[in-house]
Structure formats: structure tokens, C-alpha cells
């Protein structure tokens, strides 16, 4: 995930926006009769990004964990879930509950909308293209960090080794009663870890990012419970309509659906 993933880690993650993510839990060290691997690392890496660079849908729901630090030195962690539709190459539906907000989003292929349900208030804003340059558009133009985009886009690899100082194969591990290849990868400013279902569908289980330039080193977790491919989506499944009474935001307005509470610290640098 490379310089992506380092960004990712240090900014506030707006989850608000798209909960796009993944993976289930649980995790086993490897055992001690083979020595990790990095090529075996990336070749396994390379595998799961062709295998979900292929699918045209894919639909997912998920839980996710991000760790904050306070003043204090206190590691605090909030939970959300959420499901997301994804059809290739332009459309995308999400939604993601949490303790401080009730967010979906829609794109269309033209055009983003977000509804926050716990406010009754919805933005739009224009982002014709494909979803990989959605993904690209929030991050850069919105300043919105998605832990987890890069396993979506359609040639995910090249961007997830990117900046890659060091790759592990640790060995398995089961996640929600699935077998997985656990890998680990080191960038400059994060450690990430994923593990990756065994066979022919090797599929993305969990996500742990840690940043190293934070104090206490604090974590995202993603984690996926189910998942289907080749699904067909229905007529109107990225239409969006704004609930009656409704009221238009300003795109800026969106922190305010965060999946933290406002004020909330992040850690500071160690």
C-alpha cells in the first residue's frame, strides 16, 4: 500500500464517507518448520489483487476497529460495521453504523452522494470516472483517507508494494473459522498485515494497519464476515433519494459523520 498506506495511517480516517473494507477475526502465528518468505509474501499478494482486479461485483460486509491515543496515553478503540456493493468500473454502494454515526453512500458513476442518517442531512458532489478514480478524487480533492481503497482498485498490486521496504510470509492463520495465508509488509511509517483465504478464491480476510510515527503505535483493523462475487445488483441499487425533510449539506459538513466523535484525539508523534 505504499506511500498510500503511509498517508492513510497519519490523517483522520473519514469512514464516513465510503465504509469500503474488509475482514473477519481471529489470527494464528505460523509455524516453525518453514522460515517466512518474502517472494512467497508477494507472490500470494499477487494472486488475491488478480482475483479481486477480475471480479465485475463484489459484495461484502465488515467490521472495522480504529485505536485513538489520548493525552493521557490511553489506547481507546471504536467499532463500526457496515456492508458494500461495488460493480465495475463506476458504481458503488456502502453503508457503514457505528456509535456516532449512520452513513451510506452512492455512486453512480457521475456523481457521489452521502447520507447521514444520524443527522438527516445528505451531500453530493460530481466525480465522473471510474471507481479508481473515485477512490483518488476522495483522497486528494476531498482529503478523505479509506484504509483498505487500494485492495478495491482494479489493479491493486502495483499500488500495494509500493514503498515496500519488507515482506513476510508468517505463515496461516484462521480468521472466522477460515483458513488464511497471514502475510506482514513494512513501509517506512507503517506496519501492515493481511490475511488472504486459502484456494481458489483467495480472498482478502483482515486488515491491520499500524502507524509507527504515532505514540503507542496505534491501529486500523477491517475485517470482512461474508462476501460474494459475480452478484447481479438490482435495477436501482446505485440510485440515490434523498429521505423526505432531508437537508442538503456542504461537502465539508461531512466530518461531522466520522466514525469518531468530534474532538476525539488521533496520538501524537512519539
Known amino acids: 500500500m505504499g506511500a498510500r498506506l503511509e498517508r492513510t495511517a497519519n490523517t483522520r480516517i473519514a469512514v464516513a464517507l465510503v465504509a469500503i473494507v474488509f475482514l473477519a477475526t481471529g489470527f494464528a502465528l505460523a509455524g516453525e518448520d518453514a522460515p517466512p518468505q518474502g517472494n512467497d509474501a508477494k507472490a500470494i499478494l499477487k494472486a488475491m489483487s488478480d482475483y479481486l482486479g477480475s471480479q465485475k461485483t463484489i459484495e461484502i460486509t465488515f467490521d472495522s476497529d480504529i485505536e485513538v491515543i489520548t493525552p493521557q496515553l490511553e489506547k481507546i478503540q471504536f467499532a463500526s460495521s457496515g456492508e458494500m456493493l461495488l460493480s465495475r468500473p463506476d458504481k458503488m454502494r456502502a453503508h457503514r453504523v457505528g456509535g456516532y454515526a449512520d452513513v451510506s453512500m452512492v455512486f453512480d458513476g457521475k456523481v457521489v452522494s452521502i447520507l447521514g442518517k444520524s443527522v438527516n442531512g445528505y451531500a453530493q458532489f460530481d466525480a465522473p470516472g471510474s ?17 483498505g481503497a487500494d485492495l478495491l482498485l482494479s489493479n491493486p498490486y502495483d499500488v500495494l508494494v509500493a514503498d515496500v521496504l519488507e ?6 492463520g484462521v480468521v472466522e473459522g ?3 495465508e497471514h502475510l506482514a509488509f513494512r513501509n517506512g511509517e507503517t506496519d501492515w498485515q493481511l ?10 480476510r483482515k486488515l491491520v494497519i499500524t502507524s509507527k510515527t504515532m505514540n503507542c503505535a496505534p491501529q486500523y483493523t477491517m475485517r470482512v464476515k461474508s462476501w460474494k462475487v459475480g452478484v ?7 440510485t440515490f433519494a434523498a429521505p423526505a425533510g432531508a437537508k442538503k449539506l456542504e461537502a465539508d459538513a461531512l466530518i461531522d459523520l466520522d466514525e469518531l466523535p468530534q474532538g476525539a484525539p488521533i496520538g501524537g508523534k512519539p
Do not use: S, Y
Not at 131 to 147: C, N, Y
Not at 195 to 203: C, I, K
Not at 232 to 238: K, M
Open 131 to 147: 471507481l479508481d478514480q473515485l477512490f483518488e478524487a476522495l483522497r486528494v480533492g476531498h482529503g478523505v483517507a479509506l484504509p
Open 232 to 238: 447481479q445488483p438490482a435495477a436501482d441499487a446505485f
Open 167 to 172: 515482506a513476510k510470509h508468517i505463515g496461516r
Open 178 to 180: 477460515v483458513e488464511c
Open 195 to 204: 490475511w488472504v483465504e486459502l484456494g481458489d478464491a483467495p480472498f482478502p
